[in-house]
């Protein structure tokens, strides 16, 4: 008997279907599925894991964070114990019947490890299995890829799942000890635990080092002067020489303006947008952004679509889509698909098909692309979302460019030289699928050179220099690729954890004093882990093992050198280090003045419940008191309400971010409630309202 092992159970439930040569008989090992079919003329049992099926952890005895020295972990024995016991008891069962075993598990690095944990047990249950080992590869969960694939069958690549090995070693590793040790020099244990990582540390020091950029940015002031005309419609134009650094010489130019406005140029210049080229990872992550999609939730949702079979595997570096790949056999299937089906349509319609070719090209996996029709009812509206991007993505790299024309309008009014541009889109082309980079037509009055317009006015616009722009998380997600951080499969996580521990916030993302602060002292005292460099070199060592070109072990003890001589740096300083980190934790957990005293007001903890609350530093002397939500971070805004004074937060918990003020009694939060209740009243006939979260807060505090 065969038996096929795959990452997950909807997985191996679809390659039962379109492998079996008859009925499929629906199992159980205890509460774990597993699939019986006909293949090929053999019994065959298909199972599917939950991802990891083991846990890297340290021996019991280094557990104690405060007992146990963080330097011991680095030559620590790292232990594999059984994550997921149920799933695990379930392959050594199945195992036991099978005289040979089929890893199909998602084919890449991680793939390739989960399905060589998952070997272990089978052999720790069935030793006769080791010289029986086969491995099916494919890239999207359709009939005819996962077909092929098990027509060519291939062997485990051990390589690849050391390489995935190293990663998690080498992260346990660095994350345990160097986490442990700031932890500990600042006194943060529990859930305020600090955390530092091989790849989220120096990501985290690239949004510092921009906000202090931001923050040492002096704005330069400068004005430009905007003018009204009208030929029939009126419109904006601008003065030619754009920025004026004096005041008196925008002034000047203001006051020699003169009605009417006399045309000088008229230029048009067509131009070509060319489609884009396929999505790989990055580019897909860095799309679902731009319409409001994180990329670990992008990440998740991809993940979905792929399992549940509606598009290719969403991990790859791929911008070329292979020449096996059946175009029109797509477009077939997309005709149906709502919004997108006629689009489909046209193209199948129109000959030969001319797919966009990025520059990266690789052969494990083929661009993401959609492999089903999905329909808008049978997704929620997130996943929508996705295959919608995903779809339109596909049929715009078929497409042809879009064409635009690009007009100049020159003037001069009263001596002075005034102009305006506009573009419009003459022929769709891809942007007619794909809205997400279109941009709104720019439409200018049809003139003639010599041509008197009128004046109907013009101002002084003082405006300032900006500082350079905080990273959105698609443009960090690009960054972190040039730079060598993470992989594609690694980064929306490691930008989530930033999140989670609360070093960054926001959306563009802002960082918290906290996460400045741990940045500065890693680059001040453990500049190894700071820079991207080292990481850098350490992703190219895996993809080194991933080719056989050298071992895990080598690399795994390569990266402990390194990381006993930060250790070293960070001991030497760490009174130091601590006094930075502890310098921006108090800045984040000061909310503002006493209304009482005039010291700061600070969040603290009370002792036995451990609810968070608004204290007075001037305490036992001052004993003033506010409630805190429960739930959400904190972020202290330096601001004030205008209603009572006192400062105001922005929360930041499952819903949406809410600003609001500390004090319960504010005036605000008395008529909201007011409004509230009576809006219940009217609606519910009297009936009682329900305590808003606020008050729940105070409740409980």
């Keep these: 008997m065969r038996l096929i092992i795959s990452e997950k159970a ?74 997921e016991k149920g799933v695990a008891n379930a392959v050594k069962a199945l195992a036991k019947k099978a005289d040979r075993v089929v890893i199909a598990t998602d084919f890449d690095r991680e793939g390739e490890l989960i399905g060589v944990e998952a070997l272990s047990l089978a052999f720790e249950a069935n030793p006769k299995l080791m010289d029986h080992v086969e491995r099916a590869r494919f890239s999207a969960l359709t009939p005819g890829e996962v077909t092929r694939a098990f027509d060519e069958l291939v062997e485990v690549s051990r390589d690849l799942a050391d390489a995935g090995a190293a990663r998690q070693d080498i992260d346990l590793i660095w994350g345990a000890t160097l986490t442990r040790w700031v932890s500990r020099a600042t006194k943060r244990y529990g859930n305020a635990f600090l955390s530092v990582g091989r790849v989220q540390s120096p990501t985290l020091v690239l949004i510092a080092e921009r906000e202090r950029e931001r923050r040492a940015f002096v704005p330069e002031p400068y004005w430009e002067i905007e003018a009204t005309l009208r030929n029939g419609e009126p419109f904006t134009v601008r003065h030619a020489r754009g920025r004026f650094k004096e005041e008196a010489a925008a002034k000047t130019a203001h006051e020699n303006l003169a009605d009417p406005a006399v045309v000088t140029e008229v230029q048009q210049r067509s131009a070509s947008r060319p489609a884009p080229t396929p999505f790989n990872t990055t580019a897909f992550l860095t799309a679902a952004a731009g319409i409001g999609i994180s990329p670990s939730r992008a990440s998740r949702l991809a993940e979905d679509l792929y399992t549940d079979g509606y598009i290719s595997y969403p991990r790859t570096d791929n911008t070329a889509y292979p020449r096996s790949l059946d175009l029109r056999e797509v477009l077939g299937y997309l005709k149906g698909v709502e919004g997108a089906g006629p689009y489909a349509e046209k193209l199948l319609q129109g000959g030969k098909l001319s797919p966009t070719r990025g520059k990266k090209e690789t052969t494990d996996h083929p661009p993401i692309y959609p492999t089903a029709r999905a329909s808008k009812g049978a997704l929620r509206d997130d996943q929508w979302k996705v295959y919608q991007l995903v779809v339109r993505r596909f049929l715009a790299t078929l497409s042809g460019p879009a064409k635009t024309l690009r007009t100049t309008l020159r003037f001069d009014s009263g001596g ?110 453990a500049s190894e882990i700071a820079s991207h460099e080292m990481t850098a070199e350490l992703e190219k060592s895996m993809d080194a093992i991933s080719e056989g070109k050298t071992s895990k072990e080598n690399v795994v003890d390569t990266s402990r050198d390194i990381l006993r001589r930060v250790y070293q740096h960070l001991e030497s300083s760490e009174e130091q280090f601590a006094d930075i980190v502890r310098s921006g934790i108090k800045v984040d957990e000061t909310l503002g003045s006493c209304p009482e005293c005039g010291n700061n ?56 971010p809410w600003i609001t003020c500390i004090n319960m009694d504010c005036p605000k939060k008395q008529e909201a409630a007011k409004e509230k209740a009576a809006a219940e009243n009217a609606e519910g006939g009297g009936r009682p309202s329900e305590k808003s979260e606020q008050e729940l807060e105070k409740s409980t505090t």
């Design 416 to 525: 002075e030289p005034l102009v305006t541009n506009g573009t419009v889109v003459t022929e769709e082309g891809w942007l007619g699928v794909y809205p997400y980079s279109r941009r709104s037509d720019e439409e200018l009055p049809a003139l003639e050179e010599g041509q008197e317009v009128a004046l109907l006015g013009a101002e002084i616009l003082a405006k300032e220099t900006q500082p350079p722009g905080r990273y959105g998380q698609g443009r960090l997600i690009k960054v972190m690729e040039d730079l060598g951080l993470g992989t594609k499969a690694t980064r929306p996580g490691i930008i989530q954890n930033l999140y989670d521990r609360g070093y960054v916030h926001g959306d563009p993302l802002i960082p918290t004093e906290t996460g400045i602060a741990v940045a500065q002292a890693l680059k001040d005292f």
């Design 10 to 83: 909807n997985t191996a439930k679809k390659i039962s279907q379109f492998l079996a040569e008859g009925p499929v008989k629906e199992g159980k090992h205890r509460s774990v599925p597993h699939q019986t079919f006909t293949w090929k003329g053999e019994e065959t049992m298909s199972v599917g894991l939950k991802g990891h099926v083991l846990n890297l952890e340290y021996p019991e005895e280094y557990s104690n964070w405060q007992k146990v020295e963080p330097s011991e972990l680095i030559d620590a024995e790292i232990l594999k114990n059984v994550s």
């Design 601 to 656: 007001l600070i969040i603290r903890r009370n002792r036995k419940s451990r609810k968070r609350f608004v204290g007075c530093e001037g305490y036992p002397e001052c004993r003033v008191t506010y409630p805190l939500p429960q739930r959400g971070d904190i972020i202290p805004l330096g601001t004030t309400c205008d209603a009572c004074g006192a400062p105001e937060i922005k929360v930041l918990g499952k819903r949406r």
